[in-house]
DNA sequence: CCGAATTGTGAGTAAGCACTCACTATCATG
DNA sequence: CATGATAGTGAGTGCTTACTCACAATTCGG
């Protein structure tokens, strides 16, 4: 999956919905992948009902006989992806953790390259999510609780092996989790949405992991 | 200036339109900052133009009297701050290299430090930006162009001279400054957006500037 | 203290908004 | 082929939106 590649992400999302709604009708479907390119790109209050049911080729009524509400339509969406964020990407964090030799620069770089095909699967809904986190109580909550949570969880316990061997210095999971998303979400805005084109994913990888890895050794 | 006074902040947002603008007549100073608040809280297009004048307590006509627009009310609240960002903060950029003595961590830490201080100086406005940046492409060419060309150069000299002394492992300054960024605004969002409340910004500055600077030693 | 500029507003307006409803088309199943 | 359920729609609904305009109040240099 290539970073600018919308078909496959639009694919992946349609997905993600179907396995949480049951099978959809052609139509509703096509409101499905229209309103999420649409709120992609201008943003879940900047984009009307008329304008995605336009871009869906569908009548302005057919989105409200499938998700009753503009809301709605945005929670589902999103919610079914969140969702395939937090368990899938919880286990494949620990299996990461288990199977990766000792070198932690190595699992940090394993775990970056990992979400970082999530967040390229998803593309448009990643973009969505940042757009509307802040001002969007309701999504706020769903990631703090779930994902936020079971990740600093998780992190406690494996962190913590580490530190008792004496290959970390001590570092609270909250502290290490900000750090390390914060990195890879600016490189990920970075290369596809301030200057999209020529990025060695492998070579960035390497320079944060490195970074977080020396930066923290004992 | 706290990372929750935003008294302080709406003044220093005054100030900087108001030597754009010339002397604010009463009512349009209120607008300035009922405008501000609005679009920090719920975003530019969730904010209609009838809740900043309830908010200012001022008829909705007086809002287009001084502003002509809703799209003008916002680009002449970012403008002024934009334009702060970019001199005196190239400045001071500038200045701190110079004056701090060769460590390379309290250089950067000095950095950061100046940037959260702006940074919590224009609360308001820093979170407008966030959330309007990604669809607002008018904003994305203002600090494009200006600020983030301005600082790279220079650091392209800054970094070139640890470098040349062997004091730095060779690395591009768009990278740098990409990390150094994202890690510093994952911290503002973590402490003034995501979970405010009691932060040690010393300490995390420490952290931070300590990760960069250990991880990038030759 | 006068006249002109500036500041401020109540009452609009047309277009756009999310959403409803009565109705038709499609289709799987007994 | 009849029947009930599901999918889809054109034509609205009432309300909100950004914005206008004629006119009133205030300010201020000469």
Redesign the interface.
Known sequence: MKPGDLTEAVTAVLAAVEAAEGRLAPKKRAVIEAALLCFA???Y??TSTKAISQRAGVAEATIFRHFGTKADLLLRLVRPVAARLIQPGLVEAQEIFAETEGNLEAKIARMMTARLAFADRYAPLV?IL??EL??NPELHGLL?DSVIGGLIRFLDIALGEEIAQGRLRP?PAP?FL??L???L???WI?RS??APGEWDDEA?IA??A???A????P
Chains 1, 2 share one sequence.
């Open positions: 790109e201008s943003g209050a900047a973009r940042l757009q802040p001002v703090q570092i502290r900000r750090i998303a914060s990195m979400i600016g490189y970075a949405m301030v960035e320079l944060m490195g970074l977080l020396r930066g923290l050794k």
